[in-house]
C-alpha cells in the first residue's frame, strides 16, 4: 500500500501524485512542492539587459488630446445602454408575457435572486458593447446609470404589465384597480414554492415586499458585474482603446525548483523590458498546458497602436476541484514592444 511521501501516514484511495511521489492529499504535496519552489525562485539570479521604453511623447498621441480626450464618450456609453436596457426589458417582458412565467422569479433558496441578478445583466449588455466599441472605459456615473436603470426597469415592468393586463373577463386591469392597490396585490399575492409540488406554494404576504426590493438588488447587482466585466479588459490611456489580448503561454511540470528559476526569469525579463526574452524563457520549461502540479502562465495584452503592453503571471497547482491560484506568487508588468505568442 502506498504511504504519503510527507507525513508517512498510509493512503488508502486518491493518492495526490506529484511525479513519481504520492502524497496523502493536496497539504502534503503542497508542503512538499512550495518550499522548493520560493527556494529556487529566491535563489535564481537573472542577467537581463533593459530594453529603453521609447518616450511617452513620440509614441503617443498629442498631448493636447491627453485633455480630457473621452470627451462625450462617456455620455454616450451611458445613453446608448440606458436605451438598449429599456428596449430589452421590455423585451424580455413580452418574452415572460408569453410563456406566463418570469425570469426574476428564479430564485435559489427563496432570497437568492439568481433570475433578477442573469435579468439585470442581460439588459446590460448595450453598455458593455457601448464601453468596448467607443473604447471608453466605464466611470462611476457609468456604474450608477447602469444600476438605477436596471432598478428603475424592474419596477417599470410592473407598469407595462398594470396598462396592458387583463382580468378573466377581459376587462382591462387599469379600470378595476388603481396602480398602488395592483401593486400591493401583486407584490403581496405572489406565491413561493417552498418545496418541488406546487401544492407547497405559499403566498408571501408582506414578506413580499421584501422579495421586491430583493429583486430589485439582484438587477442593479447583475448590471454592476456587467459594467465590471467590460472594463476589466487592459486599457492604454496613451492611445485611449482598449488593448487587444495577445495570448496566453501555459507550462506546467512535477520539478518545483526549475518552475521556481523559471518564474524568476520571466519576471528578470520582463522588469527589463525584454518581452520575447520571457515568452522564450517560458517556453523551454515543462509541457504545454497545465496537466502536471506545478503550473505557470503568462498572458499579454497589446496596444495595437502604441505597442504598449501588459504582461500577467500567475502560478497555479493541481487540485481535486481543479487547478488552485497560488495567491502573490505571479505579478503584473508593463513595457513596449513586440510579443510573439503562439
Ligand atoms: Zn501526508
Ligand atoms: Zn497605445
Redesign the pocket.
Known amino acids: 500500500m502506498a504511504k504519503c511521501v510527507g507525513c508517512q501516514k498510509t493512503i488508502l484511495f486518491g493518492a495526490t501524485k506529484v511525479g513519481d511521489g504520492a502524497y496523502c492529499g493536496e497539504k502534503c504535496a503542497d508542503a512538499a512542492v512550495m518550499p522548493a519552489f520560493a527556494a529556487a525562485y529566491d535563489a535564481t539570479v537573472v542577467q537581463s539587459t533593459p530594453t529603453p521604453l521609447p518616450s511617452a511623447a513620440r509614441t ?1 498621441p498629442d498631448d493636447a488630446l491627453l485633455v480630457d480626450r473621452e470627451g462625450t464618450k462617456p455620455g454616450l456609453v451611458i445613453g446608448i445602454g440606458l436605451l438598449v436596457a429599456l428596449l430589452l426589458s421590455f423585451g424580455v417582458h413580452l418574452a415572460e408575457t408569453g410563456i406566463d412565467r418570469q425570469l426574476r422569479s428564479i430564485n435559489l433558496w427563496i432570497v437568492l435572486p439568481i433570475g433578477a441578478l442573469l435579468n439585470g445583466a442581460l439588459i446590460s449588455i448595450g453598455f458593455f458593447a457601448a464601453i468596448r466599441l467607443l473604447d471608453s472605459p466605464p466611470r462611476m456615473a457609468t456604474y450608477a446609470a447602469a444600476a438605477v436603470g436596471a432598478g428603475l426597469l424592474c419596477w417599470l415592468t410592473f407598469v407595462a404589465s398594470y396598462l396592458t393586463m387583463t382580468d378573466d373577463n377581459g376587462t382591462a386591469i387599469r379600470e378595476v384597480m388603481g396602480f398602488g392597490e395592483y401593486m400591493q396585490v401583486v407584490i403581496e399575492e405572489s406565491q413561493v414554492m417552498l418545496g418541488r409540488s406546487s401544492r407547497s406554494a405559499t403566498t408571501v404576504g408582506s414578506w413580499g415586499y421584501a422579495l421586491y426590493a430583493v429583486d430589485c438588488l439582484g438587477f442593479m447587482a447583475g448590471a454592476w458585474f456587467v459594467i465590471r466585466a467590460a472594463g476589466m479588459k487592459p486599457f ?1 490611456a ?2 485611449g ?1 482598449f488593448m487587444t489580448r495577445l495570448g496566453a503561454l501555459m507550462r506546467s511540470s512535477n520539478d518545483p525548483t526549475a518552475a521556481g528559476a523559471t518564474l524568476k526569469s520571466v519576471h528578470a525579463h520582463l522588469a527589463a523590458n525584454n518581452p520575447q526574452r520571457a515568452v522564450d524563457a517560458l517556453s523551454e520549461f515543462g509541457a504545454k498546458d497545465h496537466r502536471s502540479y506545478v503550473g505557470l502562465s503568462l498572458e499579454c495584452h497589446g ?1 495595437p ?2 505597442k ?1 503592453y501588459t504582461a500577467v503571471t500567475t502560478v497555479n497547482l493541481a487540485g481535486s476541484r481543479g487547478r488552485r491560484e497560488v495567491e502573490d506568487a505571479g505579478a503584473r508588468f508593463e513595457g513596449n514592444g513586440n510579443i510573439g505568442l503562439s
Open positions: 503617443g492604454c496613451k492611445c482603446r496596444c497602436m502604441c504598449d
